[in-house]
């Protein structure tokens, strides 16, 4: 028995990058899995991912539901169950990055960053736990830049992420006693379309990890598999950083 079989879960952001990681390994671990998007032109990768995974004796489901609606995000929590039948593990993925200066910062820049990277998480997660049983897991992908403000032009993402701590620790406190686990992994520049490895940027990036490598989506979803599984039931409250010994 593979190590979440019987489980089910749900993705956000799935369609690329990170998220279609975690999407795949979770699925090459046994779950069945849901996981959402919200680009149109996502669409057709979308159905290339639940195609592989059928094709290869698992089930998945894709749902486009944007993030910034919290209609979507409870309609797509309700869509996996509806498909499923449960709801085991929620991971947060879905995020984005503005860079500007904080003097052309908005309002309006305020609201889709945290309605995506914060507000999304909390409306998925309350919808998720009335389905969550005893061994349940919430995982949310935050940012290393949770605890390291690493350059200018950041505020943005920066609180997003670091509200996301705040979050998984107080989670955990209501939670535990229901048995459910609730953790942040904080990745650490990782090859995607947000953050590709063949830039000047990337170069200053790599400048500052200890190990000079950009990470892979595979890697952060291999975390994601572990705090996913039995084996990582002890941790709950707790931030696992993956980031080439950048906050070193
Ligand atoms: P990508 O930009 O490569 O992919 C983003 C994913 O999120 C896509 O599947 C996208 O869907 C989805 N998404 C974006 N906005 C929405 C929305 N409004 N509603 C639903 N889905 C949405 O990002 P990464 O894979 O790099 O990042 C994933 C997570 O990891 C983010 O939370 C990010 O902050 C975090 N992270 C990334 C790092 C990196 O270096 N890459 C480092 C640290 C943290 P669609 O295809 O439809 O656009």
């Not at 949310?140 to 701590?165: E, V």
């Not at 400048?207 to 941790?235: C, D, H």
């Amino acid at each position: 028995m593979k190590n979440l079989t019987n489980k089910v879960a749900l993705v956000t952001g799935g369609s690329r990058g990170i998220g279609a990681a975690i999407v795949e390994r979770l699925a090459a671990d046994g779950a069945k899995v849901a996981f959402t998007y919200t680009s149109d032109s996502s669409s057709e990768k979308a159905s290339a991912i639940v195609a592989g995974i059928n094709a290869a004796g698992g089930r998945a489901l894709a749902i486009k539901a944007d993030s910034r609606y919290p209609d979507e995000v409870t309609g797509a929590v309700s869509a996996t169950v509806k498909e499923f039948g449960s709801l085991d593990i929620l991971v947060s993925n879905a995020g984005i990055f503005i860079a500007k200066d904080v003097s052309e910062l908005s309002l309006s820049d305020y609201d889709e960053l945290m309605d995506i990277n914060v507000k999304a998480v909390y409306v998925a997660t309350l919808e998720a736990i009335k389905h969550l049983k005893a061994g349940g897991r919430i995982i949310t992908i935050g940012s290393n830049m949770g605890d390291n403000a690493i350059m200018p032009k950041t505020l943005l993402y920066t609180m997003s992420k670091s509200a996301l701590q705040g979050f998984t620790r107080a989670l955990a406190r209501d939670l535990g006693p229901k048995g459910i686990s609730v953790t942040l992994v904080q990745p650490g520049p990782t090859t995607t379309d947000m953050n590709p490895d063949n830039t000047e940027f990337s170069d200053f990036l790599r400048s500052r990890m200890a190990l000079p490598e950009y990470g892979t989506a595979q890697n952060i979803a291999a975390l994601v598999a572990f705090l996913a599984g039995e084996e990582s039931k002890y941790i709950t409250g707790s931030f696992l950083t993956a980031d080439s010994g950048f906050n070193a």
